[in-house]
């Protein structure tokens, strides 16, 4: 597997796992009132999976994002 490939799929990972933890503290400080709102919900699951999933996306592309702008390479002119 190339190993842009599987910079994605780890950068993907993390991501993924950072959302989980973002929106399960969304959830048990009820920022905005949205864990009583989606905990009352007979949608819930598919609320939180939807939350969560979304969120997902956008953390991984900042992961990757970053991941790819830390192996630019310095350099040796610029002073620092």
Do not use: K
């Not at 956008?58 to 310095?74: L, N, P, T």
């Amino acid at each position: 597997m190339p190993r842009l490939v599987r910079l994605y799929i780890h950068s993907a990972l993390i991501g993924f796992l950072a959302a989980a933890v973002f929106v399960a503290l969304i959830y048990w400080f009820n920022v905005a009132n949205l864990g009583h709102l989606v905990g009352g919900s007979d949608i819930a699951v598919m609320a939180t999976l939807a939350f969560w999933v979304l969120n997902g996306i956008v953390f991984s592309g900042v992961q990757f994002g970053y991941a790819i702008m830390q192996m630019a390479e310095r350099d040796p002119d610029d002073g620092r």
